[in-house]
C-alpha cells in the first residue's frame, strides 16, 4: 500500500522536490470548496470526550482511534495493541512494538494541533470462523485535520491547515491489534506545507 510520496521515490523522484513543484500551482475552485465542506464536517461531528473500548472489531477500533486522535489518549495503544504489534506506515515507515507506535502518534499529535479525526467508513472481512480468538481483518477509510503548529515531522511549523485522507487495515487476533498498514496522501501534506511557506516568504 504504498503513498504518494512513497510512489514519487520510486519513480526517482524527491518528494520534496516534487511537493514544492506543486506548492506553486494554483488550487482549483471545486477542489478548494470540497475540501472546505470536508473541513466543516469535522469541525462538526467530532467529539473530543474519551469513549469505553470493546464489542466487536469495528466498535474497538472505532473507539481507540477516537480514543487516540480526538480524545489525545495515546495510552490505548497499549491497551489495544499486542506488545510486538507491527505498524507499517507511509513513506517506509515500519514500526514494532508498543512504544514505537505509540511515538508515532504522538509524533503526529505534536505536529498538528486542533487535531479532529473521522472513521468514514469500516468493513470487516468475515472469515466465517466461530472462534474468537480468529484473526479478524478490518479495514477503515478515515479523515484528520489539523493546523500545522509543531516541529515534531515535517520541519518548522507554518499554521498551515493540513487535510489527510487515508485507509488503515488492521489484524486483530484475541482481541488485540497485532499488524496495521496505514497509508495516507503524504505528499500532498508536504504540498500544504510548502504553500504556506511560499505566501510567507
Same mark, same amino acid.
Request: aromatic share 8%; hydrophobic share 40%; net charge negative.
Given at each position: 500500500?504504498?503513498?504518494?510520496? !512513497?510512489?514519487?521515490?520510486?519513480?526517482?523522484?524527491?518528494?520534496?522536490?516534487?511537493?514544492?513543484?506543486?506548492?506553486?500551482?494554483?488550487?482549483?475552485?471545486?477542489?478548494?470548496?470540497?475540501?472546505?465542506?470536508?473541513?466543516?464536517?469535522?469541525?462538526?461531528?467530532?467529539?473530543?470526550?474519551?469513549?469505553?473500548?470493546?464489542?466487536?472489531?469495528?466498535?474497538?477500533?472505532?473507539?481507540?482511534?477516537?480514543?487516540?486522535?480526538? &480524545?489525545?489518549?495515546?495510552?490505548?495503544?497499549?491497551?489495544? !495493541?499486542?506488545?510486538?504489534?507491527?505498524?507499517?506506515?507511509?513513506?517506509?515507515?515500519?514500526?514494532?512494538?508498543?512504544?514505537?507506535?505509540?511515538?508515532?502518534?504522538?509524533?503526529?499529535?505534536?505536529?498538528?494541533?486542533?487535531?479532529?479525526?473521522?472513521?468514514?467508513?469500516?468493513?470487516?472481512?468475515?472469515?466465517? &470462523?466461530?472462534?474468537?480468538? &480468529?484473526?479478524?481483518?478490518?479495514?477503515?477509510?478515515?479523515?484528520?485535520?489539523?493546523?500545522?503548529?509543531?516541529?515534531?515531522?515535517?520541519?518548522?511549523?507554518?499554521? &498551515?491547515?493540513?487535510?489527510?485522507?487515508?485507509?488503515?487495515?488492521?489484524?486483530?487476533?484475541?482481541?488485540?491489534?497485532?499488524?496495521?498498514?496505514?497509508?495516507?496522501?503524504?505528499? !500532498?501534506?508536504?504540498?500544504?506545507?510548502?504553500?504556506?511557506?511560499?505566501?510567507?516568504?
Amino acid at each position: 500500500m504504498p503513498g504518494s510520496s !512513497s510512489l514519487a521515490q520510486q519513480l526517482g523522484h524527491d518528494p520534496h522536490e516534487v511537493a514544492h513543484a506543486w506548492a506553486s500551482k494554483p488550487i482549483s475552485s471545486r477542489l478548494q470548496n470540497w475540501r472546505s465542506a470536508e473541513l466543516e464536517r469535522l469541525r462538526d461531528q467530532v467529539v473530543f470526550d474519551r469513549v469505553a473500548v470493546g464489542g466487536c472489531a469495528d466498535s474497538f477500533v472505532r473507539g481507540s482511534l477516537q480514543n487516540i486522535w480526538n &480524545a489525545r489518549m495515546v495510552g490505548d495503544v497499549y491497551q489495544c !495493541s499486542a506488545t510486538d504489534a507491527r505498524l507499517h506506515g507511509v513513506s517506509g515507515r515500519e514500526l514494532q512494538g508498543q512504544d514505537a507506535i505509540a511515538r508515532f502518534y504522538t509524533d503526529i499529535l505534536g505536529t498538528i494541533s486542533d487535531l479532529r479525526f473521522s472513521v468514514d467508513y469500516s468493513g470487516q472481512k468475515s472469515s466465517g &470462523a466461530v472462534d474468537p480468538s &480468529a484473526k479478524v481483518e478490518l479495514a477503515v477509510r478515515w479523515t484528520l485535520s489539523g493546523v500545522h503548529s509543531g516541529s515534531a515531522l515535517y520541519g518548522s511549523p507554518t499554521g &498551515a491547515t493540513l487535510f489527510l485522507l487515508g485507509e488503515s487495515h488492521y489484524s486483530i487476533v484475541d482481541g488485540l491489534i497485532v499488524e496495521e498498514w496505514n497509508i495516507f496522501d503524504e505528499l !500532498s501534506v508536504l504540498t500544504e506545507i510548502y504553500r504556506a511557506r511560499n505566501a510567507g516568504s
